[in-house]
Structure formats: structure tokens, C-alpha cells
Nanobody
């Protein structure tokens, strides 16, 4: 059974920081590209950042570049998203996802990912 479990969400003020984590079990973590997505109420799910199997390449959406950093620890089967300078428009449910590929692409398309977590809520107050 493949399980992706997100944690670290919460309520933060504008300009604050949060660190999301995703722990993965049931698959070979170091053979999968990983990504973070988010979905706000009434909006489509959008790609935030992705990272290749070894952390060698990352891609981020324009809306988070320079503020969010994706990383992974293959020894701990853990994916992380460090979010700084948070804005109210970052408010959403955040999901981690795994792709049956060693690499990710800058398309950050949800349909390229095969396994999903249940999500963790991030709320940024103005």
C-alpha cells in the first residue's frame, strides 16, 4: 500500500513561513520524482514545485519562485516544501505527489503524477 502523508500546514500571517513535509511509504522513494500541488476552493489543482529523484533538478511555478524551496531526503523517504514570504493567495490545500519517473518536468501537470497524499491546509491571513 502506497502512502503519502503530508504535515506542517497551519495558519500563518502574511509574510510568515511554514515548512511542509511529506513522508512516503510503500514505494521506492528514490526512483520517483516528487512534487507539491495546491488547490484553493473553487480553483483547479495547480503545480507548485517538483524535484527529480536525486534532487538534481527542480522546477517551480512563477507564483512561488524565490519564495518556496522544494527538497528531499532519500534516506528518510521525505519530501519538504519550505515556504517563505507567504501571501494570502497562497492559501490552499497542499498535496504531495509521486511520479513513476526519475525526472519531473516544468509542466507541473497533475496528470503526470501517480500517487497522492490527502493534503494539508495552509491558510495565510492578511
Amino acid at each position: 500500500l502506497v502512502q503519502l502523508v503530508e504535515s506542517g500546514g497551519g495558519l500563518v500571517q502574511t509574510g510568515g513561513s511554514l515548512r511542509l513535509s511529506c513522508t512516503v511509504n510503500g514505494l521506492r522513494f528514490d526512483t520517483h520524482a516528487m512534487a507539491w500541488f495546491r488547490q484553493a476552493p473553487g480553483k483547479e489543482r495547480e503545480g507548485v514545485s517538483c524535484i527529480d529523484w536525486d534532487g538534481g533538478n527542480t522546477y517551480s511555478s512563477d507564483s512561488v519562485k524565490g519564495r518556496f524551496t522544494i527538497s528531499r531526503d532519500n534516506t528518510k523517504n521525505t519530501l519538504t516544501l519550505q515556504m517563505n514570504s507567504l501571501k494570502p493567495e497562497d492559501t490552499a490545500m497542499y498535496y504531495c505527489a509521486a511520479r513513476r519517473s526519475y525526472v519531473c518536468s516544468d509542466s507541473l501537470a497533475p496528470n503526470e503524477y501517480n500517487y497522492w497524499g490527502q493534503g494539508t491546509q495552509v491558510t495565510v491571513s492578511s
